[in-house]
């Protein structure tokens, strides 16, 4: 990049950046003004694309997620468009429309496969001490059940409102960190990695963890359904909604979008 007086200007540094906003349009049009003149230029050269980005983490505290405007005028998205992906990531596709995907947020909070042999052996010093408590407990099969993570953290909030640990995540490591192999050359692993609420004051509170988002096109949508799921998990304990926290690890503008950004 070159200045008016043609001296080369730094790139700012890559460091977090910090919103902090009333309601989820405000936060997207702060957030967005703050990438563009905030942000690292990265690029990013991965196999299946390579473009400049404005990068940086990103942290953005809304106080009222539920107040209106839920959705900025300005967001490269409808109203319509947003409360369906709401209602799909709380309730799902339906089995077969579900299937059409290799993953949904929905299938993966409330369909995660999780592992009972996992589950039973949470420390493992040796393959050894793995192989033989799979076949004293399963007599070496596999045993994979569903886990709703939605129902058991309202579940555990119903018992226990003080309670900490109600996490609810994503990830599935074997497939999900196996990027650079045949099975997953043209998959791709969820960008939504955990979700943390908590009741304080009788307010459920959610936090939000991202590994990378598109903070111009995606951010919007997501932060809309993520704040539904959190107010139907409220109503169904019988509190209210509270503060919306979301930290994506690597949020970003890409360069194709740098004007409409800017425009914001």
């Known amino acids: 990049m070159e200045g008016e007086n043609n ?3 730094a790139k700012n540094p890559y460091v977090p950046l910090v919103i902090e906003a009333e309601n989820l349009a405000e936060a997207w049009e702060k957030a967005v003004r703050a ?6 230029e990265r690029f990013v050269k991965a196999p299946e694309y390579q473009c400049s980005t404005r990068d940086a983490p990103m942290f953005l505290m809304v106080k009222n ?3 209106e405007p839920r959705l900025s005028p300005k967001a490269p998205i409808t109203r319509e468009m947003v409360e369906q992906y709401a209602q799909n990531l709380i309730h799902g596709l339906g089995q077969d429309k579900e299937k059409a995907f290799e993953y949904t947020y929905y299938s ?16 493992a010093a040796s393959e050894a001490e793995i192989e033989a408590y799979v076949q004293k407990v399963s007599g070496g099969k596999c045993c994979v059940k569903k886990l709703d993570q939605v129902q058991e953290v309202i579940n555990i909030f119903r018992k226990d409102p003080t309670r900490r640990t109600a996490v609810m995540h994503t990830w599935v490591p074997l497939r999900d960190l196996a990027k650079f ?11 939504l990695v955990l979700m943390h609420p908590q009741i304080v004051e009788d307010k459920l509170h959610m936090n939000v963890v991202m590994e990378t988002i598109d903070l111009y096109n995606a951010w919007s949508g997501n932060a809309f359904a993520f704040s539904a799921l959190q107010a139907y998990i409220a109503k169904e304990i019988g509190i209210g909604v509270g503060h919306y926290n ?14 409409q950004a800017r425009q914001v």
């Open 181 to 191: 192999t045949p099975e997953r050359v043209d998959t791709s692993s969820p960008c």
């Open 35 to 40: 990438m563009m003149a905030r942000g690292y």
């Open 108 to 123: 993966r909070l409330r369909h995660y496969p999780d592992c009972a042999i996992r589950a039973g052996l949470p420390y």
């Open 65 to 67: 997620p539920m107040a």
């Open 7 to 9: 001296q080369p200007q």
């Open 246 to 259: 979301h930290f994506s690890v690597a949020m970003q503008v890409y360069q194709d979008m740098y004007k």
